[in-house]
């Protein structure tokens, strides 16, 4: 079923367990599981922007892991989420991150997930977070 995805970030708060772990168990941030819950609320799909592993649903196994998306990792990482954008053909995808023309921090997580959406045609709506 095509519909709408809600993507939010990773997050530099993890659970350090050594076992591989479902990302939405992984991170622990607060922000992570407001978006879930709103994505559960209004019936989207979730989808969590990695910097490392490209886009991961929430139940998907992951290491523990101590990376940040820089621009500089950008371009390696823009060709694997076009592909998993592709693959899921989503209706629209609702980003939940700072404006990061505020918090340059998270500029390359915003050019990681609106270029691929543009690229795609897949409408895009950028909400912000404080």
């Given amino acids: 079923m ?9 997050s530099k708060e993890k659970e350090a367990h050594a076992a591989l772990l479902p990302a939405l168990k992984r991170y622990t941030n607060a922000r992570i ?5 709103r ?5 989207a799909g979730f989808i969590i922007l990695s910097g490392k592993f490209g886009l991961l649903l929430p139940h998907q196994p992951i290491p523990w892991y101590d990376e940040a998306l820089t621009s500089l990792k950008l371009p390696d990482l823009l060709p694997i989420i ?3 954008l592709q693959q899921w053909q ?3 995808i609702t980003f939940f991150a700072k404006n990061h023309l505020v918090f340059p921090d998270w500029e390359p997580y915003y050019h990681a997930i609106y270029l691929p959406c543009t690229q795609l045609n897949i409408p895009f709506e ?5």
């Fill in 82 to 84: 076009t592909k998993q």
């Fill in 39 to 43: 994505s559960l609320q209004q019936n």
């Fill in 33 to 37: 599981t407001q978006v879930y819950q």
């Fill in 90 to 92: 989503p209706a629209g």
């Fill in 126 to 130: 950028h909400r912000l977070i404080y």
């Fill in 2 to 10: 095509i519909r709408r995805y809600f993507v939010t970030t990773c």
